[in-house]
C-alpha cells in the first residue's frame, strides 16, 4: 500500500531556499529536499496491519534496556536481564515486580526508562551522571530490597 501527496516543503517552509547557521547576509543556498520547488513529494510504502507477527528468534523480552548489550556471555552462559519469556510475553503476562534487570541495575535507573513515576528520589542517589558510578552500586540488591518494602504492589 502506498500514500503519496505533494506538501509544503519542510526543510524550506515552501520558500525553495534554505537560510542556515552558515548563511548570512541576505545568503541562502537553494533547498536540498526540494531542489528549489518549494514542494515536496511525499512518499510513504506500508504493509496493511494484519496483526502482530512472531519473531522465532526472540526468546525473552525485557520493558528497557538501559544501554547494556543483552546476550549470553562469552562463555555460553546465560545472564539474568529480568524480563518476561516471549510466549509468556505474547500472550499478555505484563512486567510486574522482579522482572526488571535487577543485576544489571538499581532502581533509579531501570525506572527512570522503564517508568518514570516509580523512580526512587533517595537521598542516597548519588551517582553524578552515571547511575553505574554511584557508591551504592556495588550494593544495588539492597536498593532493591528497599525498593520492594517502599513499593508494596
Request: one cysteine or more; hydrophobic letters at 25%.
Amino acid at each position: 500500500m502506498k500514500i503519496e501527496f505533494e506538501e509544503q516543503c519542510p526543510s524550506c517552509d515552501g520558500t525553495g531556499v534554505y537560510v542556515g547557521m552558515a548563511e548570512r547576509d541576505g545568503y541562502a543556498v537553494e533547498c536540498h529536499t526540494c531542489h528549489g520547488t518549494g514542494k515536496h513529494l511525499f512518499k510513504h510504502e506500508y504493509a496493511e496491519f494484519t496483526g502482530r507477527k512472531e519473531n522465532k528468534e526472540v526468546k525473552q523480552v525485557v520493558k528497557v534496556n538501559p544501554g547494556i548489550v543483552l546476550g549470553v556471555s562469552k562463555t555460553g552462559k546465560q545472564l539474568d536481564f529480568g524480563g518476561l519469556s516471549y510466549d509468556e510475553w505474547k500472550h499478555g503476562i505484563t512486567f510486574s515486580k522482579g522482572t526488571e534487570m535487577r543485576e544489571f541495575s538499581c532502581p533509579a535507573w531501570w525506572y527512570q526508562l522503564a517508568d518514570y513515576s516509580k523512580k526512587p528520589d533517595w537521598e542516597t542517589c548519588l551517582f553524578g551522571g552515571r547511575f553505574d558510578q554511584c557508591q551504592h552500586f556495588k550494593d544495588k540488591h539492597k536498593c532493591w530490597e528497599r525498593f520492594d518494602l517502599e513499593n508494596n504492589e
